[in-house]
């Protein structure tokens, strides 16, 4: 479990190095439903911390090229990580008839870009308690892992050993903190729009799903 202090700063665990970056902080948060996977698109996480210094977007915990794990936010603050939402009903074929037919309203309103578009199916989704909607920056926590990604097929490359060691401690650490499981962890790409990164975090979830199952055996 981990234990912060009363700014949200983790202090109980010498496997976390703090690494304050500011800028990535926003709102208050409140409650934690959840966890979103991401991956940096870079091949170290030093060139990330320096454009955190000065970048909006950010998450709560960082992990090295080695498997390092800086905490880069307060635990009580919101980062911008998580961006436009897809719909979760319809993205698992449970939609009501109600909300299925005012999403499609949306998607093919004429004379709308697809920016604003996502950005309607987002608002649209906010109005949804969890986990009817997948999570957002209000309601989860963030971990980066330094992870390149291919420019042939837009899929990244597999975390390496000290990465994923370093993910599961600190998801193992962070679903005993929040109380929350397996299934509230989410791969980036597979819960908002983002250009090019349909597999962020995907090959990060699957290698921790595995590694849960095999516990159980």
């Given at each position: 479990m981990l234990v912060a202090?009363?700014?949200g700063w983790v202090n109980n665990s010498p496997q976390i190095t703090k690494e304050h970056r500011s800028a990535i902080e926003h709102?208050?948060?409140t409650v934690v439903n959840?966890?979103?996977?991401?991956?940096?698109?870079?091949?170290?996480a030093a060139s990330v911390l320096n454009a955190w210094e000065t970048k909006k977007e950010g998450t709560h915990f960082l992990i090295s090229e080695h498997g390092k794990i800086f905490q880069t936010a307060s635990l009580k603050k919101q980062c911008w990580h998580v961006g436009k939402l897809y719909s979760k009903c319809r993205s698992v074929?449970?939609?009501?008839e109600e909300?299925?037919?005012?999403?499609?309203n949306i998607l093919y309103r004429k004379n709308t870009s697809w920016g604003k578009k996502f950005r309607l199916v987002t608002r649209h989704e906010l109005k949804k308690d969890y986990p009817l909607r997948f999570p957002h920056n209000h309601d989860s926590l963030g971990i980066e892992i330094v992870g390149l990604i291919s420019e042939t097929n837009d899929v990244?490359?597999?975390p390496n050993k000290h990465q994923l060691n370093s993910l599961f401690w600190l998801l193992?650490?962070?679903i005993s903190t929040y109380s929350i499981s397996l299934k509230n962890i989410y791969a980036h790409g597979k819960i908002a729009h983002k250009d090019r990164k349909k597999s962020e975090g995907a090959a990060s979830l699957k290698a921790y799903s595995i590694y849960k199952a095999e516990q159980t055996k």
């Open positions: 202090d009363k700014d709102s208050s948060i959840a966890v979103v996977l991401h991956r940096t698109s870079t091949g170290s074929s449970s939609c009501s909300d299925a037919k005012l999403i499609e990244y490359e597999i193992d650490e962070i």
